[in-house]
T-cell receptor
Framework: GESVGLHLPTLSVQEGDNSIINCAYS??????FIWYKQESGKGPQFIID?????DKRQGQRVTVLLNKTVKHLSLQIAATQPGDSAVYFC???????????FGKGTRLHILP | KAGVTQTPRYLIKTRGQQVTLSCSPI?????VSWYQQTPGQGLQFLFE???????NKGNFPGRFSGRQFSNSRSEMNVSTLELGDSALYLC?????????????FGPGTRLTVT
């Protein structure tokens, strides 16, 4: 089975609030983590990534946090907008094996 | 720069038939990976091709196969289709196959097996 999972299948957030999407991984050998966004009818779109030698990385309106102690990954989206409605996947990769393992995904609903 | 393209976008086949799906990577990208996406199993890695060679393979039966051409375009084939093969098949391309290289996904081919 997959080694990466998500805590919640669905998350509803008020427009303008911050969103936090969580992910747990089980393989301590994974050294690269990625967040993807998938909108209806489209393929996954890269959002942000982080390597295991970091614990935080920021992008535009997004921040990824990595806690290797508890094998936990999170994606924070600031000032959530209607266009952020999508399914978000975390994924992991081990450098010696270029296979990327995806989690099940969390659907983010934006409330008006 | 054009994105990853996949053809056809939609396909309906019957059990026992075979199907070939095509993927054209972003120009200059040499690695192509294929994934199967279903509501129950999520996104599962099928295989990865680089320089016309399969470099990595997921846990799928031998009915699933693929190849890559010298221009990096890739095809995947599923023989003796089963109802459970109904899924969205996604391909992703990246510049190299080094671990952690950013992948760009195509829109997918929606396969329905009846």
């Amino acid at each position: 089975g997959e080694s990466v999972g998500l805590h919640l299948p669905t998350l509803s957030v008020q427009e303008g609030d911050n969103s936090i999407i969580n992910c747990a991984y089980s393989n301590s050998a994974s050294d690269y983590f990625i967040w993807y966004k998938q909108e209806s009818g489209k393929g996954p779109q890269f959002i942000i990534d982080i390597r295991s030698n970091m614990d935080k990385r920021q992008g535009q309106r997004v921040t990824v946090l990595l806690n290797k102690t508890v094998k936990h990954l999170s994606l924070q989206i600031a000032a959530t907008q209607p266009g952020d409605s999508a399914v978000y996947f975390c994924a992991e990769n081990m450098n010696r094996d270029d296979k990327i393992i995806f989690g099940k995904g969390t659907r983010l609903h934006i409330l008006p | 720069k054009a994105g990853v393209t996949q053809t056809p976008r939609y396909l309906i086949k019957t059990r026992g038939q075979q199907v070939t799906l095509s993927c054209s990577p972003i120009s200059g990208h040499r690695s192509v990976s294929w994934y199967q996406q279903t509501p129950g199993q999520g996104l599962q890695f099928l295989f990865e091709y680089f320089s016309e060679t399969q470099r990595n393979k997921g846990n799928f039966p031998g009915r699933f196969s693929g190849r890559q051409f010298s221009n990096s375009r890739s095809e995947m084939n599923v023989s003796t289709l089963e109802l459970g093969d109904s899924a969205l098949y996604l391909c992703a391309s990246s510049l190299t196959r080094r671990g952690g290289n950013e992948q760009y996904f195509g829109p997918g081919t929606r396969l329905t097996v009846t």
